[in-house]
């Protein structure tokens, strides 16, 4: 989605102020921001006493959680490259949900996944049909794939899955993916993160709940994620994709089909945020689809893909914060979750002596007054109200999204609507 | 002016007949019979309270669209009146329940109490957008979530909330706060605030044909730049927008808590912001199409029991719905292009008669 839409001006926001000095290549920022991130929350947990932060547990939770929204982020970023804002995740995800479901009693695990990419598909369809044939404003088509979506899913669920579990919220389980571990490696992390030693026992944490219990999913998704990269930044048939986002009557004059591009990107979008869908049916124990289950998911995806400035790294970054919030509720109490404040604290002070050191005072001095008010909200309170608990990833998100929007690039045309042969 | 009203009703009708074949094939793949659902979803008007029950929530989902329809004017889409008629309601609830004032007073000063409060939970995503770009579409649908979350808090035992039977609610407002309703016996009891709705409509039409305040912000809506040309601040129009949308979003559950409930119970209807987008693109904005908009929305929401009751799935009824609001807008599109396109046969013949046909074909793009 566009967030430089503000109006005049906007555009000199997402230009970049100077040419860099020099660039540190992708895979080293990716190493440091992990190092940064692991850091923090192992600081954390040994200054709060709160284990459950870096917990293998954790981290699974944050895994099964985060995977739907990588996938519903992915989604965003085909749909996005190719210029079409699809708000729509949402209802496509839901259309996911029932899909894996009833593939899943039908064929197992490898059949829900497809079954959830195609209804995801079909709701690409529609929006692409409404977009693209018929030039309907993106985020009003969105919006009513939305309603449709859970409207027709909610009618589905009441026709075929109410005879067979009696409740026309949800679907009878169905058989879930076998996990693995990779042994004796998953066994070795476990000894070392019950020694409780300080930093080791927390890397160890986090890299044990990657590598115990995995399931398929997680494989799926991150071959996703190459492919993604792969497929937009590494073909032609990508290139042409991304032209479209960029300058479609450019793109046209040289030959390029938008229409195809643009409907082939939108249903791929579709099929990825149902993919999304499966894996929270997968995911979820019992392995059922039930009503309300995607909860805005979608929308975060949107987030993910924004605070990753519609890139596959950038996004899985962005689903991985946002599936930690999520997962931390999950596997411990509002007490550690309020813990999570602390380790803003920290960032805020990280990011204080590096803006000194790159001399921006004033972006200093916001930084540390940011972690002074939230140290002191810290302080005065002991957990998280639990009414709140469920919201963690939203309010996240809404953080996040405040404070990272600046030096992003969304594609030039996004949005912006597109008839052949009108180009001036 | 008939050709131009006959293009704005021709739409509308287009989508609701298309959305009714949709859902009657719908029905028929499973095996009920879409003309005896009709049958039973018109019969069902007559019964007991329930065209009453249309009115009230003609009124509630009228409000809902006419906050949506602000944000559309200046293409804003604030999907955050879910959660700013929540705080609304809530916030008013709360306070309305505090005051000791006599009779009208008292239930003015919780309107006023609703739509600051919904206008205050706009403020947060209207700041974000013009001071940092982010796209009112996320942060509202965040504020939603959060809504939620702090109405929950906020209704605890230890908060605010009271155990009424086996239901968590505020204090109830007092006689003074309530609105009296129009009583019809057995057919139920008309909201007083039914006319809040009309008179919202009316002030909307009034302010968005003949004020300047209007007439910037539809200009804006159309094309920012020659808006920003012509001397209006996006930024502050933005705000602006976005707080009014919030503040009249903040007197949609105002009707159900001062005319029957008295007070926010922890089954606060939920929904109506969501229905009120989908109703302002039916109605393209103006306050009459909402009007009508509303009235059918509320028609399909209460026929789901009759539905029920012969054993079709309810559902269809918000597939309905949801087909009704994506046709109209694809209709919209291509009504548009029709006209343009008559336009520009219009124009070509008249400019053919009076010129020669080869300076006529520079304008086929």
């Known amino acids: 989605m566009s967030t430089a839409d503000t109006g005049p001006g906007s555009s000199v926001m997402t230009m970049p102020a100077a040419p860099r000095r020099r660039t540190l290549p992708a895979w080293a920022i990716f190493l440091i921001g992990v190092v940064a991130v692991v850091g923090v929350l192992a600081t954390t947990s040994y200054l709060t006493g709160k284990p459950a932060l870096t917990s293998s547990l954790t981290m699974q939770n944050t895994v099964t959680l985060g995977v739907p929204i990588l996938l519903a982020g992915l989604g965003g970023i085909w749909a996005e490259r190719s210029g079409m804002i699809n708000i729509g995740l949402e209802g496509m995800m839901v259309l996911g949900t029932w899909g894996a479901a009833w593939g899943g009693l039908h064929g197992g695990p490898w059949v829900a996944v497809l079954s959830g990419a195609l209804f995801g598909a079909l709701g690409g369809l529609l929006h692409a049909i409404a977009t693209v044939t018929f030039g309907v404003n993106h985020i009003v088509s969105g919006v009513a794939i939305n309603l449709l979506g859970m409207g027709v899913t909610k009618y589905l669920a009441v026709l075929i899955f109410e005879p067979l579990s009696q409740n026309p919220r949800d679907s009878p389980p169905i058989e879930q993916f076998e996990t693995f571990s990779a042994q004796p490696l998953g066994d070795w992390l476990t000894d070392l993160e019950n020694e409780q030693r300080v930093v080791i026992s927390d890397v160890a944490g986090l890299l044990g709940g990657l590598v115990t219990r995995v399931s398929p999913m997680l494989i799926i998704t991150i071959l996703l994620v190459v492919g993604t990269y792969l497929v937009l930044w590494r073909s032609r048939f990508g290139l042409r994709l991304r032209s479209c986002g960029e300058n479609p009557v450019a793109a046209e004059s040289l030959g390029v089909n938008v229409y195809f591009h643009k409907y082939v990107a939108v249903v791929m979008s579709g099929a990825l945020a149902g993919i999304g869908g499966a894996a929270l049916v997968l995911g979820s124990s019992p392995s059922i689809y039930s009503e309300g289950q995607t909860a805005n998911r979608g929308f975060i995806g949107l987030a993910a893909m924004i605070f990753g400035n519609w890139t596959p790294g950038g996004t899985l970054a962005g689903a991985t914060l946002f599936g930690y919030a999520d997962g931390l509720r999950l596997s411990a109490g509002p007490e550690t979750v309020h813990a999570l404040l602390y380790a803003a604290v920290i960032s805020a002070g990280l990011l204080v002596i590096w803006q000194l050191w790159r001399r921006k005072w004033r972006t200093a001095m916001l930084a540390a007054v940011g972690a002074v008010v939230v140290y002191a909200l810290y302080y005065a309170s002991d957990e998280l109200p639990t009414q709140f608990l469920p919201y963690t990833p939203h309010i996240i998100t809404l953080v996040v999204l405040a404070l990272a929007a600046q030096r992003l690039r969304p594609p030039a045309a996004n949005g912006v609507p597109y008839r052949r042969g009108e180009g001036d | ?365």
Not at chain 2, 41 to 63: E, F, P, R
Not at chain 2, 201 to 208: E, L
Not at chain 2, 236 to 249: D, F, P, R, T
């Open chain 2, 1 to 365: 002016m008939t050709a131009k009203l006959r293009s704005t009703l021709l739409a509308p009708t287009l989508a609701i007949a298309f959305s009714a074949l949709l859902c009657a094939l719908a029905l028929l793949a499973s095996g009920a019979n879409p003309a005896d659902a009709l049958g039973v979803m018109i019969g069902h008007v007559g019964k007991g309270q329930v065209a009453v029950d249309i009115v009230n929530s003609t009124a509630i989902y009228m409000l809902a669209a006419l906050a949506a329809a602000i944000g559309f004017q200046m293409n804003l889409l604030n999907i955050g009146i879910e959660g700013q008629y929540r705080i609304g309601a809530l916030v008013a609830a709360i306070v309305g329940s505090a005051l000791v004032l006599p009779p009208v007073l008292h239930w003015l000063v919780i309107l006023v109490v609703a739509s600051l409060a919904g206008a205050l939970w706009a403020l947060l995503p209207a700041i974000l957008k013009v001071t940092r770009g982010v796209h009112e579409v996320l942060s509202t649908i965040m504020m939603n979530a959060i809504a939620f979350g702090l109405a929950a808090y906020l209704i605890r035992r230890d908060m605010f909330g009271i155990l009424v039977g086996n239901n968590v609610s505020t204090e109830p407002i007092p006689d003074s706060g309530r609105v009296p309703g129009i009583d019809l016996g057995d057919r139920g009891t008309v909201f007083g605030l039914v006319f809040l709705a009309v008179v919202v409509a009316a002030v909307y039409g009034i302010v968005m044909k003949r004020t300047r305040f209007g007439f910037e912000l539809k200009a804006s809506g159309e094309s920012p730049t020659a808006a920003a040309a012509g001397g209006v601040n996006a930024k502050k129009m933005v705000v602006v927008s976005l707080l009014v949308s919030g503040a009249v979003a903040g007197l949609v559950g105002m009707p159900e808590i001062l005319g029957r409930d008295h007070a926010y119970t922890l089954n606060f209807a939920a929904g109506y912001g969501f229905a009120g987008i989908g109703i302002a693109l039916l109605g393209r904005n103006h306050p009459v199409g909402i009007a009508f908009g509303s009235l059918l929305w509320a028609f399909l929401e209460k026929s789901k029991v009759a539905l029920d009751n012969v054993g079709v799935p309810r559902e269809i009824a918000t597939i309905m719905q949801g087909s009704i609001v994506l046709s109209v807008v694809v209709a919209y599109e291509i009504v548009k292009r029709m006209d343009l396109a008559a336009e520009q046969r219009r124009v070509g013949r008249a400019l053919g008669t009076a010129k020669p046909a080869e300076q006529v074909g520079g304008d086929g793009k």
